[in-house]
């Protein structure tokens, strides 16, 4: 995977608070996948690192409802181009949990002091920078706290997969990142075994 | 809650069965009416006729239905619609916001779509009132209204001409700007002015602009079915209303018109002359007097059409009446644009999304005069009605 010289703007931050915020995506659909890895500017300077936990695509207005649009002969992407109007009465959005900042070139994994400013561009992370922020998994204990719309192991086993790939299947940090998770669930067996089959069968 | 449903339920109730039970009456007569229609007798009758109501006048014999043209490969359709903040006269500062909703959706091999809202705030004086000297008249209200309709249709054109054609614009409601009527000259020259230099611009320009209204009151056709069935001309006489209508009270006399329901053109249209969907009725000359101020080539004409949902009143200027291409064109693109949007245009329905000042809006705005007020150290500034409503105690 060839290294971007520039991050890729994703959004822009629509709702934000401490543990994380709800980005709107410049373009309908284009969401990054679940358990990623984003980051935000903070207040003073600092980059918050986030992991996505969520993703929506629905009416701008919410009190429009979204209706049919196809048939048999008019059916998926076509129904876009058919109707040009859609790119701008939808939106795509996204939540992120925030699992790290830097500040001063010091990464701290620790929920960020400030939250992000509304309407700060959200990036997609650099594979290079996503490798160094994540590879040591010590703030898998903070996704495994998560309270939201999915439940933690499944954005937990998302986003071990997703950086799994992203750090083209190194087997090590997959082993680093499995005695990370048993060490959190250590005294919950139930939920450990099937996040750890999940992650890869040659674990189990 | 104040208003008591419960109190006026059973009025509901009995209104509803009564007007469920007068439905149909005098149906018969009105299928006998269209069924029979003379159409050289009628033009007998209309050229005499004195009416207090308006007449629709065919321009190519009242039976002329015509069914969907083909929907064109490619066309483009503009459409604009605005909503205003009226001037608060419980506000220290007189302005008013119009805000234009407009849209540009383009089909064919490559679609695209322009969505935008265009908010303008008016606060100088020769914004705020009109004058011719000697008397001065505040713009809010229905003279705002004037000139939110010569913004949507400027605003139209201006994006129109800028495209490459087939194109056509849509505007939400009525062309004939009737209310100006009962406005002082200086009033209506104001309006009448820019909106007719906009239609001149568009028919210049070959651009067809129509007036789309849903679910119409007018009874412009019904009209003419009432000369039609008139028994003064059986005894020697022009149609004249007012002779009638005057001996109702000293003889008695009951208007021959009055065996016809009394129903709109809609309801004609609809159930009587059963429309079928993409069809269109024939085209009329609208008689609204305010017309004759329009160029003989702007003058508004209209035609019923079923958008697949409703029938609904489509008005267009005379020229393109007598366009035959661009009347098909206009109609293709009408019921293919209702086609999408569940029976309204779609255009239209996005450009009124575009252009409505939700009341938390509104009251956004209100706030920030009285924040940038406070600031200059005005502060509740408001009138003592209005802040008790806004404050509310018992």
């Not at chain 1, 900042?101 to 400013?117: A, N, T, V």
């Not at chain 2, 234009?100 to 779509?113: H, K």
């Not at chain 2, 265009?118 to 009132?129: P, Q, V």
Request: hydrophobic share 40%.
């Amino acid at each position: 995977m060839s290294e971007q010289a520039v991050p890729e703007r994703l959004g822009e931050v629509i709702e934000t608070s401490t543990v994380g915020f709800v980005a709107e995506c410049d373009e309908l659909h284009c969401l990054p996948p679940l358990g990623s890895l984003v980051r935000v500017n903070g207040p003073a300077d600092e980059v918050i690192y986030a992991v996505v936990t969520y993703g929506e695509t629905g009416s701008i207005d919410p009190g429009r409802r979204v209706v049919r649009r196809g048939s048999p002969d008019l059916r998926d992407q076509a129904i876009y181009q058919q109707n040009p109007e859609l790119r701008h009465v939808l939106r795509s959005i996204f939540t992120a949990a925030a699992i790290a900042y830097r500040r001063e070139g010091r990464l701290s994994y620790l929920l960020p002091p400030l939250p992000p400013p509304l309407h700060y561009s959200v990036e997609r992370v650099l594979p290079g920078e996503a490798r160094e922020v994540t590879d040591q998994p010590r703030y898998f204990a903070i996704l495994a706290q998560y309270r939201g719309e999915i439940p933690a192991d499944q954005l937990l086993a998302a986003h071990v997969r997703h950086l799994y790939e992203l750090r083209e299947r190194d087997r090590d940090w997959l082993e680093r990142a499995a005695r990370e998770l048993a060490r959190i669930f250590k005294h919950d067996y139930d939920r450990l075994v099937p996040l750890l089959e999940a992650l890869d069968p040659d674990l189990a | 809650m104040t208003l008591d449903v419960a109190a006026i339920a059973e009025e509901l109730r009995r209104l509803a069965a009564e007007t469920a039970a007068g439905e149909h009456d005098g149906w018969a007569a009105l299928e006998a009416a269209v069924r029979d229609l003379d159409e050289t007798d009628l033009q007998e009758r209309l050229r005499t006729a004195k009416t207090s109501w308006l007449l629709a006048r065919a321009t190519h014999g009242y039976r002329a239905v015509k069914s969907c043209p083909a929907r064109p490969e490619r066309y483009c359709v503009v459409a604009t619609d605005g909503s205003v903040l009226n001037p608060d006269r419980h506000s220290p500062v007189r302005y008013y916001v119009i805000n234009l909703g407009s849209v540009v959706l383009s089909y064919g091999e490559a679609p695209r779509a322009h969505l935008e809202s265009r908010a303008r705030l008016y606060a100088s004086e020769e914004d705020l009132y009109l004058s011719d000297l000697s008397r001065r008249v505040p713009i809010s209200g229905t003279v705002l209204g004037f000139k939110r309709a010569v913004e949507e249709l400027r605003h139209a054109a201006e994006l129109a001409r800028s495209i490459e054609p087939p194109v056509v614009v849509l505007q939400d409601g009525t062309l004939i700007l009737w209310g100006l009527e009962s406005q002082p000259e200086f009033v209506a020259n104001w309006a009448l002015g820019p909106f007719l230099e906009t239609l001149a611009q568009l028919r210049e320009a070959r651009i067809p602009v129509a007036g789309f209204i849903s679910y119409p009151g007018s009874s412009d056709v019904m009209n003419v079915l009432r000369v039609s069935v008139c028994d003064y001309p059986l005894r020697g006489m022009p149609v004249n209303c007012d002779h009638c209508r005057a001996r109702i009270l000293t003889e008695g006399h009951r208007p021959a018109c009055d065996i016809l329901p009394d129903v709109s053109d809609r309801v004609l249209f609809e159930q009587v002359l059963k429309l079928q969907p993409g069809a269109r009725s024939p085209v009329y000359a609208s008689a609204s007097t305010i017309l004759d101020r329009y160029p003989e080539a702007d003058r508004i004409h209209f035609f019923y059409l079923h958008t697949g949902t409703e029938v609904a009143r489509v008005e267009i200027p005379a020229w393109v009446t007598r366009d035959r291409v661009v009347l098909d064109l206009l109609q293709a693109v009408i019921v293919d644009q209702c086609s999408r949007a569940r029976g309204y245009p779609l255009a239209l329905q996005e450009a009124h999304e575009l252009a409505v000042i939700r009341a938390e809006e509104r009251r956004e705005v209100e706030i920030l005069v009285d924040r940038l007020l406070a600031e200059h150290g005005v502060v509740l500034r408001r009138s003592a009605k209005d802040r008790s409503k806004r404050g509310r105690y018992v």
